[in-house]
C-alpha cells in the first residue's frame, strides 16, 4: 500500500490559516488523496478528498502538487474546534484486496491556541 | 437521520468474559466496517461488509474475533474470550459505496461514535 508521511504535531493561533502537509512520494495514478480528522473522544470524520485538481468545499481545500508526491490540507481560518487529529490517506482503485480501503496513519495532532 | 449508532460506549469487563459489540449503520448504506483503535496501533480496518456479506477479514487480529451482519440495520462484533490486550475503543462505520470517486460523497466514510472496551 502506498504509505503518507505528515508531521507529528502542528500547532496554529486561532482564526489564522493552517497548512498541513503531506508527503506520499509513491502514490499510484489510482490513489485518491483523502483527508479525514478526528475530534477528541470521537469518530474519524470526512473532511475532503481529490485526485489531480485542487478541491474547496465549506471545510477545507486540497491543495496537490503537480506531481501528486505531496498535497496541503488548508484550513482558511483555524477555530478551536478544528484541534484534531488530521489523516492523510492514499485510497486506492486499482483493484484487488485493497480497493477503496481507508488505512490511516498516525496523522498530524494540531493544536489551535485562542 | 442519527447516524452511525453504537453500543455500548463504555464497557468494562473481566479477561475471559464474552464482549458484544453493536453497530447500527445509516439507513440505505450499503458498506459497513468495523474498525480499533489503540495508542500502540493507531485506527486499524478489521473487517468490512458489503451488502451484508463479509468481503474481507483479514484485519481481524484471531480466531476470538467474530463478526456478523444479519440484516442491513445491524452487526456485531464479538470477543470470546476477551484479554486484557483488547482494550481498546472500536469504530463502527458505514458507507453508501466503496468505488465511486466523485465528491457526490457516496464513498465518504460516517463513523460512530466508538465503544470503549477496557478487559480487566
Known amino acids: 500500500d502506498a504509505k503518507t508521511t505528515q508531521p507529528n504535531s502542528m500547532e496554529s493561533n486561532e482564526e489564522e490559516p493552517v497548512h498541513l502537509p503531506c508527503n506520499h512520494s509513491t502514490i499510484s495514478g489510482t490513489d485518491y488523496i483523502h483527508w479525514y480528522r478526528q475530534l477528541p473522544s470521537q469518530g474519524p470524520e470526512y473532511v475532503i478528498h481529490g485526485l489531480t485538481s485542487n478541491v474547496n468545499n465549506r471545510m477545507a481545500s486540497l491543495a496537490i502538487a503537480e506531481d501528486r508526491k505531496s498535497s496541503t490540507l488548508i484550513l482558511h481560518r483555524a477555530t478551536l474546534r478544528d484541534a484534531a487529529v488530521y489523516y492523510c490517506i492514499l485510497r486506492d482503485y486499482a483493484g484487488g484486496t485493497s480497493y477503496g480501503k481507508l488505512t490511516f496513519g498516525q496523522g498530524t495532532i494540531l493544536t489551535v491556541h485562542p | 437521520d442519527a447516524g452511525v449508532i453504537q453500543s455500548p460506549r463504555h464497557e468494562v469487563t473481566e479477561m475471559g468474559q464474552e464482549v458484544t459489540l453493536r453497530c447500527k449503520p445509516i439507513?440505505?448504506?450499503?458498506?459497513l466496517f468495523w474498525y480499533r483503535q489503540t495508542m500502540m496501533r493507531g485506527l486499524e480496518l478489521l473487517i468490512y461488509?458489503?451488502?451484508?456479506?463479509?468481503?474481507?477479514d483479514s484485519g481481524m487480529p484471531e480466531d476470538r474475533f467474530s463478526a456478523k451482519m444479519p440484516n442491513a440495520s445491524f452487526s456485531t462484533l464479538k470477543i470470546q474470550p476477551s484479554e486484557p490486550r483488547d482494550s481498546a475503543v472500536y469504530f463502527c462505520a458505514s458507507s453508501l459505496t466503496l468505488g465511486d470517486r466523485s465528491h457526490s460523497g457516496a464513498n465518504v466514510l460516517t463513523f460512530g461514535a466508538g465503544s470503549r472496551l477496557t478487559v480487566l
Open positions: 461488509f458489503n451488502n451484508n456479506v463479509p468481503i474481507d
Open positions: 439507513s440505505g448504506h450499503d458498506y
